[in-house]
T-cell receptor, first 116, second 113 residues
Framework: GAVVSQHPSWVICKSGTSVKIECRSL??????MFWYRQFPKQSLMLMAT?????????EQGVEKDKFLINHASLTLSTLTVTSAHPEDSSFYIC????????????FGSGTRLTVV | GDSVTQMEGPVTLSEEAFLTINCTYT??????LFWYVQYPGEGLQLLLK?????DKGSNKGFEATYRKETTSFHLEKGSVQVSDSAVYFC????????????FGKGTRLSVIA
């Protein structure tokens, strides 16, 4: 079945540094990538939607200059948390959508970011 | 707007007990409905889905039936196991195509031996 590889699984970084999270679709082409954020014991909140080759569309309240999303190819999308702060600590999950891709939506395994 | 409401947890059951997690939705048109499962520290895995009214999705002993008249998609399992302990999310896609899933808040299930 369709697989999305998300890396890193967890990362600890210092306040003020930037962290890049990658999601790769391994055996299909992801026309759209959704990026979610999940706080402890809460649901997933959509951060942004990116289509290959286009600028990402951010949800209200999400700072696009802080959460940089790149979807330069049909198999790779990245989320960069710039100048991270402790309040950015969270679980980030990507979800790829492929036209004709079986179940349609495939989730990465998530990245737990801790900013100290 | 479109939304999903699911019963709040946590739910704690003994092994082999019957499980029901309620899920209702609000949507225009005819959404597709899903149940996802999240094991500790992991991403989401699709558990089952239904794309039209009266469809029943099933997988690993879990079932859910798309009930348009009650706008519900309740998750059931006849006999839970310790390995079923996880967080379960009900979700919908408002329309076909590459629109994002709308999730419920999740229900944490703990099964004790």
């Amino acid at each position: 079945g369709a697989v999305v590889s998300q890396h890193p699984s967890w990362v600890i970084c210092k306040s003020g540094t930037s962290v890049k999270i990658e999601c790769r679709s391994l055996d299909f082409q992801a026309t759209t990538m959704f990026w979610y954020r999940q706080f402890p014991k809460q649901s997933l909140m959509l951060m942004a939607t990116s289509n290959e080759g286009s600028k990402a569309t951010y949800e209200q309240g999400v700072e696009k200059d802080k959460f940089l999303i790149n979807h330069a190819s049909l198999t790779l999308s990245t989320l960069t948390v710039t100048s991270a702060h402790p309040e950015d600590s969270s679980f980030y999950i990507c979800s790829a959508y492929a036209v004709g891709g079986g179940e349609g939506y495939t989730f990465g395994s998530g990245t737990r970011l801790t900013v100290v | 707007g479109d939304s999903v409401t699911q019963m709040e947890g946590p739910v704690t059951l003994s092994e082999e007990a019957f499980l029901t997690i309620n899920c209702t939705y609000t949507a225009t048109g005819y959404p597709s409905l899903f149940w996802y499962v999240q094991y500790p520290g992991e991403g989401l895995q699709l558990l089952l889905k239904a794309t039209k009214a009266d469809d029943k999705g099933s997988n690993k002993g879990f079932e859910a039936t798309y009930r348009k008249e009650t706008t519900s998609f309740h998750l059931e399992k006849g006999s839970v196991q310790v390995s079923d302990s996880a967080v379960y999310f009900c979700a919908l896609i408002p329309n076909s195509g590459n629109t994002p899933l709308v999730f419920g808040k999740g229900t944490r299930l703990s099964v004790i031996a």
